[in-house]
Structure formats: structure tokens, C-alpha cells
């Protein structure tokens, strides 16, 4: 499935790049070819400095567009043997069009003009010939984006071996075992193949609990030991068990008390009321985890093999029938009487207390199970500074084992991204968001969040900037951001951990968990607040 996705993204970005590259060759959106006539006046002190004047009318012959108001800069003339160039720097003053022409050459943001005729104080000029952009921008987004995930992989080296030294002391401590009978009503529904005693069900309790509590430095280690110790269950090594499958379903729902990063942007964007999206997205994060889990227990059942679809299928229909009736029902009985737990439950709650509970746990949270795990270690007489050095040997590692598939996975999403791919997409499913009440605005927000974790960011603050973060929109992607997760991210990491290949239903799984994180926000947000 993943190599499918994988050749998707790359695909459709490359086709909408070339798609858009020859679009412009053929309509000569930059006016290749074509005289610019404006006038000049020499530079007092210098012999080659010149003061250029485009006027509006000028400029309108040319590309077809007026100007506010007259375009001056200042040129360099240099004199060739066989013609003469005219060189300056492009500044956001330019129209947009110039600015992509110099943008075109490199980050230099010049543009170096071929002069056709100099007479009196009048000056003739062809800008340099443009073309390629897209596919350019294409080429550098790829390298970028490898760079990015090394960047990615490198700064997780630390954070892998602290934690993961601190879970080998909880794990020589017992604490681990500890945890996981606590949790066995819940692990042995949601995990059923997995030994109740396992050091896997510790460290999947430890990833949820940290990714609840919004601790993700803390998510993210646990997440990975948890893979690694459900693939030593896997009896086919390279292949996706149902139990890493749901793991990872869990993950890319990211259920949270506190989405600290939304609430962040919020405030520093001016809102009157940052905290007005824990609601939303409590409820949004909750329907994308349980219609997730549903679909993943759902979907195990399938061959996910193309050749025996048709025979399962056909063995199978009168359960899958059934069974997706009655998960249809499940999952709308537990959303409603969610949606009516957070619709009765906010009214009477104090918004700025909770707020300040859960930032006071999330900051003691970390030190607290650093110093309850060494302490325990030292209490069962455990080595805990060999441990510790023994854990994070294995946490640094995985870091570098992960580099590959994050390269592959980002460097996908930013061709995907860069080539206009997107701006496909928005096209395509808006007959479908205009049909479910999604404002065309925030359908980018709510594409971009399972590919690429600051690209969703970036949009959303962009979003937030222009409608302002208390408006219907801001507050909608404010929660559509903390609802979801970035599934490709997230399977990246944690499956490139241990090597998966396979990857089953996790993907189909995960993104069907987003598709319902992000309509049960919309249909929380329209109700509170549209």
C-alpha cells in the first residue's frame, strides 16, 4: 500500500508541476521576448548607475497589468563587446511577476536584462528568459525536505536515548510489568495477540499516556519502544502485525487533554480566548480515535492482497455487511453521547483553571517520572547508570534507523506539495466540502495535516492571520490541527524503526481516523460556533 501512496505523491506532484510549466510556456506568462520601454537618468557620481522609471502605461503595453504607481529602481549598465545588460535587484516594491522572474535564477533576486536600445533618456530592454519554475521549485522542495528529515532523525538522537535509558530502568524495576496489568481490561480488548505480561503493553501504555498528557518528546520514544517490542512478536518480519497496526491508528488519532500548540499560536495571534479549542478538539481527537480503532479492528479481517480481495469478499460479505453496520452504529452512539458529555460538561468548567492544571502536569509530569523511575531503580537495586547507558545506546540507533524512511516519506509530501498537487486536490473534493459545510478556506488545513506537521502549521497560521483566531474559520482549523495528527509522519518513524515494508491497513486505517477527526471538528465547531 505504502509503495502505492509513495508513487502517488511523487506522481501527481511532478504531473501538476510539468502540467503548470507548460500552461505557462504556452500562454508566455512571463512575456519572454518582450521589450520593457521606460526612462533613465544617470546616476549622479557614477558612469554605469542608472535611475530607471517604468511608468504604469508602460508597463501595461507590456504584461498586460497596471501599476499603482510608477516603478523606480536603480540599474547597473554593463557594456559587452556585443551587447549591453541591465542589471538590478528585485525588492517586494516589484510586481509579482518580476519578482518570479528573479526568483527563477536563484536567491540572489536580481534579474540581468538584455538593453535592445538606448536613445536620449529612453531605454529598451528584454528581461532575462524565464521558464521551469515549478519544476525547479520541485527540485530544490526535494532536497530540502531530505535535509529536513536528516535534520529530524539527528535532533530525535537525544530525546530517543533519554527516554529510552529511562524506560530500560523502569523496565529492570518492574515498573513496566506494573503498568501493564493495570491496564490489561483495556489492552487485552485492543491488543488481544499480545502476551498481558509483555514489555509492550508498558511501553504502548507509557506512548498514550505521554500523548494524552500533550508530553511529545516524551510520545514519541515510548511509541517506538512499543514497536520495537511488538516486533519481536511479529512472526513475519517486515510485515505490519494487527497489533502495530492499531498502535499506530492510536497514534495518528492523538487523542490530548490540551492541544498546547494551537493554544500557542492562538494567543500569540491575539485571541481573547485561546483555550476555547480544548473542547473542540477533546471531541474531534475522541471520534477520529474511535472510528480509528473501529476501522483498524475492521480491516484486519481483509486479505490485503489484490489477488484475494474477490475471494474474501465473496466469503465474507454477508460479516462485512454486519459488521460495518454495526460499527456505523458504535460509532455513532459513542460520538453522540460524546458530543453530549462535552456539550453539558464545558458550560460548568472553568476554561482558565483546567487550562493552568494541565500546563502545571505537563510540566511536572516529565521530571516527576524521571525521578520516580531512577528512584525505583535504585530501590530494586538496579545499576541504574549502566541501564540508563544500555537503554540509550539501543534509543540512538533506532534514530539513525529511522533516517531512510523519513527521507523517503517528506521528500514525497514535498514534491506532492511544491508541484501544485494540492491546488489539484482542493479542486477536486470541493463539490464534496461544500456538500458537508467545509469553508472552502480551511480545506487546505485539513489536507495538509495528515502529510506534513509544519506545512499544516504554516497554513493554519496563515489562516488565523487573515480571518483572525476567533472567527469561525480560525477556531475550526485551530481544532482541525489538534483532532489529527500527520499520519505519514507518524508511520514513517515508527515503522521505519523496525523495518516494516508491509504496512497492511495501517495508512488506509490512519487516514480514515483523520477523514473523521476532521468532520467531527466541523461538526462540534459549526454547532458551537457557526
Known amino acids: 500500500m505504502l509503495n502505492y501512496i509513495w508513487l502517488t505523491l511523487i506522481a501527481l506532484g511532478l504531473l501538476a508541476a510539468v502540467s503548470s510549466d507548460v500552461s505557462d510556456k504556452f500562454s508566455n506568462k512571463f512575456h519572454n521576448g518582450e521589450s520593457v520601454v521606460a526612462t533613465w537618468s544617470t546616476v549622479e557620481g557614477s558612469t554605469n548607475q542608472l535611475n530607471v522609471t517604468i511608468s504604469s502605461d508602460q508597463y501595461y503595453r507590456t504584461y498586460g497589468e497596471s501599476l499603482d504607481e510608477p516603478l523606480h529602481f536603480v540599474a547597473t549598465l554593463n557594456k559587452g563587446e556585443s551587447k549591453q545588460t541591465l542589471y538590478f535587484r528585485i525588492d517586494d516594491t516589484f510586481p509579482e511577476v518580476w519578482r518570479q522572474i528573479a526568483g527563477a535564477t536563484g536567491e540572489e533576486n536580481d534579474i540581468s536584462a538584455t538593453v535592445v536600445s538606448q536613445t536620449g533618456n529612453s531605454i529598451t530592454f528584454i528581461n532575462e528568459e524565464t521558464g521551469f519554475l515549478k519544476l525547479k521549485d520541485v527540485t530544490n522542495a526535494a532536497l530540502d525536505y531530505a535535509g529536513i528529515s536528516v535534520e529530524i532523525a539527528l535532533g530525535l538522537i537525544g530525546i530517543m536515548a533519554m527516554w529510552l535509558g529511562i524506560m530500560k530502568i523502569a523496565e529492570e524495576a518492574g515498573i513496566i510489568s506494573i503498568i501493564a496489568r493495570g491496564a490489561r481490561p483495556i489492552t487485552r480488548f485492543l491488543f488481544p495477540e499480545i502476551p498481558p505480561d509483555h514489555p509492550a ?302 504496512t497492511r491497513h495501517a495508512l488506509p486505517a490512519g487516514l480514515i481516523s483523520d477523514i473523521a477527526g476532521i468532520l467531527a471538528g466541523l461538526f462540534i465547531v459549526r454547532l458551537l460556533f457557526g
Open 201 to 502: 503493553i508498558g511501553a504502548i501504555i507509557m506512548n498514550i499516556s505521554a500523548t494524552f498528557l500533550g508530553l511529545g518528546n516524551a510520545a514519541t520514544p515510548f511509541g517506538i519502544k512499543a514497536m520495537e517490542e511488538l516486533d519481536k512478536l511479529n512472526p513475519e518480519k517486515g510485515t505490519a502485525t494487527n497489533a502495530m497496526c492499531t498502535f499506530l491508528v492510536i497514534n495518528t488519532a492523538s487523542f490530548a487533554l490540551m492541544p498546547t500548540t494551537a493554544i500557542a499560536l492562538r494567543a500569540a495571534s491575539g485571541s481573547s480566548d485561546p483555550a476555547i479549542i480544548i473542547g473542540t478538539t477533546m471531541f474531534g481527537s475522541f471520534a477520529a480515535t474511535v472510528v480509528g480503532i473501529t476501522t483498524a479492528k475492521l480491516l484486519e479481517k481483509f486479505p490485503f492482497s489484490m489477488i484475494d480481495v474477490k475471494s474474501w469478499v465473496t466469503g465474507h460479505l454477508k460479516f462485512f455487511i454486519y459488521s460495518t453496520l454495526a460499527a456505523a452504529l458504535v460509532i455513532l452512539g459513542v460520538s453522540t453521547g460524546a458530543f453530549g458529555f462535552v456539550a453539558g460538561f464545558l458550560p460548568n468548567i472553568n476554561v482558565d483553571t483546567l487550562k493552568t492544571v494541565i500546563e502545571v502536569i505537563s510540566v511536572v509530569a516529565i521530571p516527576a517520572l524521571i525521578l520516580l523511575f531512577v528512584t525505583l531503580g535504585m530501590l530494586k537495586r538496579v545499576k541504574i547508570y549502566e541501564t540508563f547507558v544500555e537503554g540509550a545506546k539501543e534509543g540512538f540507533e533506532i534514530a539513525v534507523t529511522i533516517i531512510p524512511y523519513l527521507v523517503a516519506i517528506l521528500v514525497a509530501i514535498g514534491i506532492f506539495r511544491t508541484g501544485g498537487a494540492m491546488d489539484w486536490l482542493v479542486w477536486v473534493l470541493h463539490p464534496v466540502t461544500d456538500f458537508v459545510g467545509m469553508p472552502a478556506e480551511a480545506l487546505p488545513m485539513a489536507l495538509m495535516r495528515p502529510l506534513s506537521g509544519s506545512g499544516s502549521l504554516g497554513i493554519m497560521a496563515e489562516i488565523i492571520s487573515v480571518h483572525g483566531p476567533d472567527s469561525f474559520i480560525g477556531i475550526l482549523v485551530s481544532t482541525f490541527f489538534g483532532s489529527t495528527e500527520t499520519t505519514f509522519y507518524v508511520l514513517a518513524v515508527y515503522f521505519g524503526a523496525v523495518k516494516i515494508k508491509n
